[in-house]
């Protein structure tokens, strides 16, 4: 069985061409096809919540425009849904990995919009409002036992905010591979640094090479590091189809990552592991690559 936490209502966040509501349809409509994946109702997070990972000022300014359109960065922008879809987008994340460690179910997938990775402390960025990843890790260590949190983000865009925000924290590990160099976006991830292992793959690079850097990079560090829960980024903007990377990535290649992280989860974090959707532009490969996680993950 595998919970996923989504609601079409996220598809009240329209800003425009490239963030176009029908991604998150072409998740859920895939998912939901499944046998074993149980469609749940997402609760938005609390200022509260976002509180505890962003700058109170800049969570204030954002919730502040619920209702309207404004621009926030060069390429973030809002419709009058945006910051409700944005609150139930970081909700959706917490409540997916409250899921797993309340031993409702070993993993779970939380099928939002807008996504978060480039999100930072005090600023939106790369169609990312609250880092909702890390909004859902913070909720996890304030009302669970859980301190140890691994980050894998398999976007094909460097995480970026998320790697600042948990920067230097002895209790978080951020991995993340993607395609870097050349001035891709956001031109970050180029090397390694601290608990932040970044592993930037040139364009035309694919499956074996992402593998190989979960194999090669994360597997040793997350050995040391023990995670008591695996949240990962979960873009799926690295397939060969998708319309802004240049890697190669197939739907068998992403259900062979999933594969190795689950390991890690089952080793480590008695297979707590939580899949958050980010980005993914081409609607065909997001199902495709989709339904390929879940089923690993017994959706
Ligand atoms: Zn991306």
């Excluded at 919730?63 to 060069?74: E, Y």
């Excluded at 909720?139 to 230097?168: I, P, Y």
């Excluded at 850097?213 to 873009?235: K, N, Q, T």
């Amino acid at each position: 069985m595998l919970p996923v936490f989504g609601d079409r209502s996220m598809m009240e966040h329209e800003p425009g061409e490239i963030e176009d509501p029908s991604r998150l349809a072409a998740v859920l409509d895939a998912l939901r096809k499944r046998p074993g994946v149980q469609l749940r109702t997402p609760t938005q997070a609390t200022r509260g919540d976002l509180c505890r990972v962003h700058d109170e000022a800049y969570v204030d300014r954002l919730l502040a425009t619920a209702g309207t359109s404004v621009v926030l960065d060069a390429d973030t922008r809002t419709s009058p849904g945006s910051i409700d879809a944005a609150r139930l987008a970081a909700g959706a994340a917490r409540d997916a990995v409250f899921c797993v460690l309340e031993g409702e179910a070993r993993a779970a997938f939380a099928a939002v919009r807008p996504p978060g990775h480039h999100a930072c402390f005090d600023r939106a960025m790369g169609f990312c409002l609250f880092n909702n990843v890390v909004v859902a890790a913070e909720a996890a260590r304030m009302d669970h036992d859980v301190e140890r949190v691994l980050f894998v983000d398999w976007d094909v865009h460097h995480g970026n905010g998320t790697q600042d925000l948990v920067a230097g924290r002895g209790d978080s590990l951020f991995f993340s591979v993607h395609q870097g160099g050349g001035g891709f976006y956001p031109g970050t991830g180029l090397t390694s640094e601290g608990n932040a292992l970044n592993v930037p793959l040139q364009p035309g690079a694919g499956d074996a090479e992402m593998l190989a850097a979960v194999r090669e990079v994360l597997r040793p560090a997350a050995d040391d590091f023990a995670p008591e829960l695996v949240i990962v980024s979960a873009g799926f903007d690295a397939h060969v189809d998708d319309p802004l990377g240049s890697l190669c990535a197939t739907p068998q290649g992403y259900a062979a990552l999933c594969r190795e992280v689950a390991a890690i989860a089952r080793d480590h974090a008695r297979s707590r592991m939580v899949l958050v959707l980010e980005g993914g532009y081409d609607l065909a490969a997001l199902g495709a690559s989709s339904v390929a996680c879940a089923e690993v993950l017994g959706g």
